[in-house]
């Protein structure tokens, strides 16, 4: 064979990217569209006065948006196959981009809605892609540290989007929320344009695929998707507010999101091309690994909720200050999952996994305790006990998930597990929710059982509140009236309380549930990674 032969090939060849500079690019778009899942809730009393909006219509801002998301997550591969991966995710971050204006500049709830609907669909592909594309750019040995990188994009976005969200709306307009995330994406967009290129055996199969995708284009398969998943959402973030199944907007989306859904695997099992690949379930580690994933993401959320709530609710603090109090978990995250990133390929995965299962259930069961005497710093210990345990949750569990799945339907692959864990997400928020409405109602008749008029304490705790009241210019009967109401104001205040620490403890004993799984996430070894020393459970 000729040295011209050789070079020939050389000739064309692209370059190889700088794995650092892709990692860089890709990930502004996801920190962006990770941010903007909570960054808004902070800011909805500011947006509903000047919207104009009631308590229970401005939650259509956050729904719409999760609605958007959950849609495009499973169709990013189905895209990337027929416009090009990384096509998509320019497309999807000018998208992002639009919507972000566009929402800055809204001025009634209509069009607030609809711009971050168009913000949703942006954000849906870009967690998949960028997932997809780290997995691709870096070598087998790295898998460990790649989807770290991507972990701190997915799991440190919802941790500081509330308390940048105080900072923005405490010091400047609400609209700055959305404007921030201009320059950041315009950088993000040119870095991608300029670092990331899409592997040739990806482009050729993707190629292929497509041209078959277009010969049998699954309308039907994508039109099930989205009646099903959006039902489901909408089920999961206006249950609470409508009582569930006591409504029959609720149990009417309820059925159409069994019906859509189920008529939706079956379209996706006969057609000849599919929108999305169901059949990847069909591996075990995939199917465990992404369902722990999934109900990963319903703890932190969970977490996320219920903390900054019990702190801005009994504890008076503000969203700024509930923010800064939960920082030192996002601390520890960031410098915890790059090192479970060199671990992993080290360490048995299901190693990791277990341990991160107990820090996390641990860290539940010691927040489980706080009372109203407790402060910001008593919270500390337990949530950087959680920190640990999420990062070493998620790293080995995105990996492994994908460690079987073959390179050309990674895409497929994180669609999936995105949309698994924004389920998850949404269901932990919905169920935990619920509880603690019901816990504190059942919580409150429990302890207000107790105070009876006759007892000698009750009389002596009405005598001095009401004294107190006469002192600041109350007569008799209004000082004794509004004595009863302080008392009222006590009972629903430490029924809450109770409330708290029973969902918080549940968390971390439902999680212990997961432990099971584990079982299945025995990977295989791929052509150039270490071997995993798995142990036997």
């Not at 998301?69 to 497309?91: D, E, N, S």
């Not at 709830?109 to 609809?114: D, I, R």
């Not at 009241?469 to 209004?478: E, K, L, N, S, T």
Request: proline fraction near 4%; charge should be positive; charged fraction near 10%.
């Amino acid at each position: 064979m000729s040295a011209t032969t050789l070079s020939a090939p050389l000739a064309g060849a692209r370059p190889v990217p700088n794995k650092w500079l892709v990692t860089v690019s890709v990930t502004f778009g996801t920190l962006m569209g990770a941010i903007d899942s909570s960054i808004v809730n902070v800011a909805l009393p500011q947006i509903r006065g000047a919207v104009g909006a009631t308590v229970q219509e401005i939650t259509w801002i956050t729904t719409g948006f999760v609605i958007a998301t959950v849609i495009v997550m499973p169709l990013t591969a189905f895209l990337g196959r027929l416009f090009g991966q990384k096509r998509v995710y320019m497309a999807s971050l000018v998208l992002f981009l639009a919507g972000s204006a566009l929402c800055g500049v809204a001025s009634s709830l209509p069009e607030l809605v609809l711009f971050r609907a168009l913000q949703g669909f942006g954000a849906g592909a870009l967690q998949p892609t960028e997932q997809a594309i780290l997995r691709q750019t870096f070598p087998p040995k790295e898998q460990g540290m790649a989807m770290a990188l991507f972990g701190m994009a997915v799991m440190v976005g919802p941790a500081i989007g509330p308390t940048l969200g105080g900072y923005i709306v405490d010091n400047y307009h609400w609209s700055w929320i959305f404007f921030i995330n201009l320059p950041v994406g315009a950088l993000g967009l040119f870095m991608v344009w300029q670092f990331v290129q899409e592997p040739e055996d990806i482009r050729a199969a993707n190629a292929a695929a497509a041209a078959d995708q277009r010969r049998n284009l699954d309308w039907l398969g994508i039109a099930l998707l989205a009646v099903g998943l959006a039902a489901l959402q909408f089920f999961l973030e206006e249950g609470q507010q409508e009582d569930w199944f006591q409504s029959r907007l609720i149990v009417a989306a309820a059925a159409v999101a069994v019906v859509g859904l189920a008529l939706f695997v079956w379209r996706e099992l006969t057609a000849r091309a599919p929108a999305v690949n169901l059949r990847l379930f069909k591996d075990p580690v995939f199917t465990s690994g992404t369902l722990v994933g999934a109900v990963m993401f319903s703890i932190l959320m969970a977490s996320m909720f219920l903390l900054p709530l019990f702190m801005q609710e009994l504890l008076g603090f503000t969203a700024m200050q509930s923010g800064l109090a939960l920082m030192p978990r996002v601390l520890v995250m960031m410098a915890v999952t790059p090192i479970v990133g060199r671990l992993y390929g080290r360490v048995s995965a299901r190693l990791l996994i277990g341990v991160g299962v107990l820090l996390v259930a641990y860290g539940a069961f010691a927040v489980s305790h706080v009372t109203l005497a407790t402060s910001a710093a008593g919270i500390t210990h337990a949530i950087l006990v959680q920190g640990v345990g999420f990062s070493f949750l998620f790293v080995p569990l995105t990996t492994v998930a994908l460690s079987n799945v073959p390179r050309m339907r990674l895409a497929d692959a994180t669609g999936l597990n995105s949309l698994l864990r924004q389920v998850g997400a949404s269901v932990g928020l919905a169920v935990f929710a619920t509880l603690l409405s019901r816990y504190g109602v059942h919580a409150r008749a429990a302890v207000a059982s107790h105070l009876t008029i006759e007892r000698p304490e009750v009389q002596g705790r009405l005598a001095q509140l009401a004294a107190g009241f006469q002192q600041r210019g109350f007569d008799a009967v209004a000082a004794h009236e509004a004595a009863l109401r302080a008392l009222d104001g006590i009972v629903r205040r430490q029924a809450m309380v109770l409330a708290f620490e029973k969902v918080l403890l549940l968390t971390g004993l439902l999680f212990l549930c997961v432990l099971p799984l584990l079982f299945f996430l025995k990977a295989k070894r791929g052509p150039g990674e270490p071997v995993h020393v798995e142990m036997e459970m």
